[in-house]
């Protein structure tokens, strides 16, 4: 990519079940410190590639490089040490866990502190517990979550579960995060609230934003590069003017031949 600097390099992704050929070669860079949109129709192949980037699929060919270095072996419980985070479209919430206690779980995947310093904790164990509980103490302040900070997650509002999932995310600290169909089912109050949310993880965290969205409005809206999809091949980036206007984007959403 001529205009980002990149983060990941999605390089040549191949995957196929059986005789299915779900992604075709799929090359594109993710920029860094920007928001990237990742559309098209369904069954295009976005989650298959999503799942790639966060190691939850194995691909047949093809790589994958994070600040230039391969993840392609990354067993997926390593992620997090990456610097690669994510959301899923069905909540994967502790839900009998307040909401304090799911977003210290996301800040204790980057502990440091091993088992027997849980047994007995150690100076420094003890203020990595302090360091973390702050990290997750100030989530939920700027997510508005701190009312809501000791009841169970799975009592709260859809939206408020949204939010919770988010929070716990971040609480990683992560350099890319991956946003899977985090729209879906808000309403537009809640759509402002999200949109206005990633543009701060953006602009005032420094965090590398990968979405995947079916909420178009909301992809134009906070995106600064675009990557479609169409039956498992890449048809298109670009900034969301240059997307809108594409011909074959055009022809993937609206259906006729391809221009």
């Not at 879906?184 to 543009?199: F, R, T």
Request: charged residues 20%; negative net charge; aromatic residues 6%.
């Amino acid at each position: 990519m001529d205009v980002f600097p990149a983060l990941l390099e999605v390089k040549g992704i191949t995957v196929r079940f059986g005789g299915i050929t779900a992604l075709d070669d799929v090359s594109f860079d993710i920029p860094r410190d920007k928001v990237c949109g990742l559309i098209g129709p369904n069954g295009a192949g976005k989650t298959t590639l999503f799942n790639c980037l966060s190691r939850l699929y194995q691909y047949q060919s093809g790589d994958l490089l994070f600040e230039g270095k391969s993840i392609t072996n990354t067993p997926v419980d390593k992620m997090t040490d990456v610097g690669i985070g994510r959301t899923f479209q069905n909540l994967a919430l502790f839900r009998t866990m307040t909401v304090r206690e799911n977003i210290l779980v996301g800040a204790h995947s980057k502990s440091q502190a091993g088992f027997l310093q849980g047994l007995w904790p150690t100076a420094a164990s003890r203020a990595e517990e302090a360091h973390l509980s702050h990290i997750a103490d100030d989530l939920m302040v700027k997510l508005k979550l701190t009312d809501v900070a000791h009841r169970a997650a799975g009592e709260l509002p859809f939206g408020f579960q949204k939010r919770v999932e988010f929070a716990r995310a971040l609480a990683a600290q992560p350099r890319l995060l991956l946003l899977d169909e985090p729209a879906a089912g808000l309403n537009h109050e809640e759509l402002v609230d999200l949109a206005n949310l990633i543009k701060w993880v953006r602009d005032e965290i420094g965090i590398t934003v990968l979405l995947v969205e079916h909420h178009m409005q909301l992809v134009m809206d906070i995106s600064d590069w675009i990557v479609v999809l169409n039956f498992g091949k890449k048809i298109a980036e670009g900034t969301p003017q240059t997307i809108q206007s594409h011909p074959e984007v055009i022809c993937a959403y609206l259906g006729g031949p391809s221009v």
